[in-house]
């Protein structure tokens, strides 16, 4: 949640709103959020890896479980947006309103309800395949399925066709849900840690590179440079692979959570409240973002650049820690976030 927050932070500098393209400023932010291009593929991939394991759930109750969770929180925020939006941000008729729902983008941030949506749809006839098909069978799925996403985003990207609608948003990310499920129980030996390190380490310098390069022999920043970032462009997808390995990695070797010798359940307690509030702040932080944004600016200078939007972040995500926990102990509010 924090590097989604981060994202939205410099992403507006990477977009050239607050500088030019290929000035030092530009750079600094291109490589911190190069380097945070991870965040949505992983946590696809932890919701793959929690939810696809073969389970005695029917589709009925999994649907009412999980409609529950997101459906409420889609429906009111949609609306609180496109209010905000035509109130604070841009005139907007109600055609435009329609448009953008139907487009499963209502929000700058809210097209990731929707690819959730899609996957939740899919998930009860995926488990199926995950309790019968072989390993090998599910990592074809898997490699297909994201090969097909890859295409999809890079024809989307350069010749504007077959743009994603709030029905079909969620299929370039199967693979990665189902990559998630294969990749759950994983354990790097300490060489294999230093290579998906490595590999993640050589996919963030490739994708602000490229960014750049692209960049410049484009005329500036557009969709040709954009496409980089993109969740399913070739280097972000080797990040997002090697990201969610090691943060395996890391997790497995934090004695507050996993020591056999210790009480754990305090320190899994805390963890679980700051998991309560996540999905909270997703839905509240950009807008806090934007007014915190308004106020302060963001200076054209690399180190000042990179102080201010680390402000933000920190600013944004207690305000909005504060904003869910408020929302979760009034009683009609709850369910929306």
């Not at 389970?55 to 109750?61: A, H, I, K, M, S």
């Not at 990731?112 to 098909?133: D, S």
């Not at 920043?221 to 990040?239: E, H, I, K, Q």
């Not at 320190?267 to 509030?277: E, P």
Request: contains cysteine; positive net charge.
């Amino acid at each position: 949640m924090c590097t989604v927050i981060a994202v939205h932070a410099f992403a507006p500098v990477v977009t050239t709103r607050y500088t030019d393209f290929g000035t030092a400023t530009w750079w600094t932010a291109n490589a911190v959020d190069s380097a945070l291009r991870w965040c949505v593929p992983v946590f696809i991939m932890i919701s793959g890896a929690l939810l696809l394991a073969p389970r005695r759930e029917g589709v009925r109750d999994f649907y009412l479980r999980r409609f529950a969770r997101i459906g409420t929180p889609l429906a009111v925020w949609t609306v609180v947006y496109l209010s905000w939006e035509a109130a604070y941000r841009t005139d907007i008729s109600l055609q435009e309103a329609v448009s953008q729902v139907l487009s499963g983008s209502p929000a700058l941030h809210l097209y990731f309800l929707f690819v959730l949506a899609g996957l939740y749809v899919l998930t009860p006839f995926l488990r199926i395949l995950t309790r019968h098909a072989g390993t090998r069978t599910l990592w074809g799925f898997a490699a297909v399925m994201s090969g097909l996403g890859i295409v999809d985003q890079f024809v989307t990207a350069f010749d504007g066709a077959g743009e994603p609608n709030a029905v079909t948003r969620f299929l370039p990310f199967v693979g990665y849900y189902v990559m998630g499920y294969l990749l759950r129980e994983t354990d790097l030996t300490r060489r294999r840690t230093w290579g998906a390190a490595g590999l993640f380490a050589g996919s963030v310098v490739a994708t602000a590179a490229l960014a750049g390069l692209i960049g410049t022999a484009t005329g500036g920043w557009g969709s040709a440079a954009n496409y980089v970032y993109d969740y399913l462009s070739p280097t972000v997808f080797v990040m997002s692979v090697s990201a969610f390995l090691l943060f395996r990695a890391a997790g497995n070797r934090l004695p507050a959570f996993t020591a056999t010798d210790r009480d754990t359940e305090p320190a899994r307690r805390r963890l679980r409240m700051f998991s309560d509030l996540s999905f909270g702040v997703f839905l509240v932080h950009v807008m806090v973002l934007s007014h915190l944004r308004d106020l302060t600016g963001v200076p054209d200078h690399p180190l000042a650049m990179l102080a201010t939007a680390t402000g933000h972040v920190v600013v944004v995500l207690l305000l909005s820690l504060a904003a869910t926990a408020l929302l979760r102990k009034v009683p009609l509010l709850r369910a929306t976030v």
